[in-house]
């Protein structure tokens, strides 16, 4: 898998939290469609703090690891698959972070900032 060594990790979550999802996307007839995948920040936090920090500090660089990692997910389960006729890998997946519920609705108790280039963010000058 290529990306740094976060994506075994971002795959490895996935393949922990969202088999099922991922299993109905490898059986899902249309592989031409984009499929997302929900996935909850406050389930990532629980799971792995520390990748859920990097998540929200680069989100730019993480969330297309992201979606690599559910194409990398899906061929282990794929793989347990096979014996259905539908069954096809879909590179089109892209993973959909859901904050509700998550640290992320009260800035106030995030100790990191995201950076966006030069954008302010949350009242701070971001870099």
Known sequence: MEGNGHSKELAAY????????LSSIILSPDPRLHYPLLVDFAE???DNPTLSQFI???????????????????KVILADLKQHEN????????????ISGSP????????????????????????
């Open 87 to 98: 069954a096809s890998l879909k590179d089109n997946i892209h993973v959909r972070i859901n």
């Open 56 to 74: 929200f500090a680069k989100p730019t660089e993480y969330l297309p690891l992201f979606d690599e990692a559910a194409v990398w997910a899906q």
């Open 104 to 127: 992320l609705e009260c800035p106030a108790l995030i100790t990191i900032q995201p950076h966006f280039g030069q954008v302010p963010v949350m009242g701070f000058q971001a870099t």
């Open 44 to 46: 990532i936090m629980d």
């Open 14 to 21: 996935l393949l922990k939290n969202h088999s099922e999802q």
